[in-house]
């Protein structure tokens, strides 16, 4: 069992920054790959980056690409997300999870919101 709390949310303008925060706790948190996803109200549930275990190899979706960096402290059982140049259909819940083969757990959110 990984349990798994967001933070760092917010009202943003556009092109400003936030950094999300994931901690975990409960389990081994170095052997999960980490990501994050996103949903915004009336769409799905999106993916938006992900990091392996190791933390050497990382991949994002093409939205963010280039604008949001994930990293991981393996140490603090934590991993962030760096939002940079944020944009109005950034705004979403945005969700932490943590999988390790078919074990699949997911934080409460946090919420995003871009807007002047």
């Known amino acids: 069992q990984v349990q798994l709390v967001e933070s760092g949310g917010g009202l943003v303008q556009p092109g400003g920054s936030l950094r999300l925060s994931c901690a975990a706790s409960g389990s081994i948190f170095s052997r999960y790959a980490m990501s994050w996803y996103r949903q915004a109200p009336g769409k799905e549930r999106e993916f938006v980056a992900h990091?392996?275990?190791?933390?050497?190899?990382?991949n994002y979706a093409d939205s963010v690409k280039g604008r949001f960096t994930i990293s991981r402290d393996n140490a603090k059982s934590t991993v962030y997300l760096q939002m940079n140049s944020l944009k109005p259909e950034d705004t979403a819940v945005y969700y932490c999870?943590?999988?390790?083969?078919?074990?699949?757990?997911w934080g409460q959110g946090t919420q995003v919101t871009v807007s002047s």
């Open positions: 999870n943590a999988n390790l083969r078919s074990y699949d757990y």
């Open positions: 990091i392996r275990s190791a933390g050497a190899s990382t």
